[in-house]
Nanobody
Framework: QVELVESGGGPVQAGGSLRLSCASTSPSFYFDAMGWFRQAPGKERELVAAINWKSDLIRYSDSVKARFIVTRDNAKNTLYLQMNSLKPEDTAVYYC???????????????????WGQGTQVTVSS
């Protein structure tokens, strides 16, 4: 089965930055549509960013737009999330996910993802 492993989370002060990484064992990573999601205590898991195989189709949640940047390195089977100008409301467990669809498209529906990482905690203090 596919394994996704997130790293890079931790405590950070408001206004600071973190870079999350997601290493994938998917044999088809080059073709995988990928996404970052987050879940805060008492809230539903929500989309943060989604990206297709060529990085020419990218979607961001309105709450992170202009602050977060999602990228991927297909040669390294790795997905990244650069988080800047962090706010306390960004505090959550961040999850990497992949979708079993054509990598031509960008996938924004949580139900369309079939593999998930274990999550990495991001805690932003004010």
């Amino acid at each position: 089965q596919v394994e996704l492993v997130e790293s890079g989370g931790g405590p950070v002060q408001a206004g600071g930055s973190l870079r999350l990484s997601c290493a994938s064992t998917s044999p088809s990573f080059y073709f995988d549509a990928m996404g970052w999601f987050r879940q805060a205590p008492g809230k539903e898991r929500e989309l943060v960013a989604a990206i297709n195989w060529k990085s020419d189709l990218i979607r961001y949640s309105d709450s992170v737009k202009a602050r977060f940047i999602v990228t991927r390195d297909n040669a390294k089977n790795t997905l990244y999330l650069q988080m800047n100008s962090l706010k306390p409301e960004d505090t959550a467990v961040y999850y990497c996910a992949k979708a079993p669809v054509s990598a031509i498209v960008v996938v924004t529906s949580i139900g369309d993802y079939d593999s998930w990482g274990q999550g990495t905690q991001v805690t932003v203090s004010s």
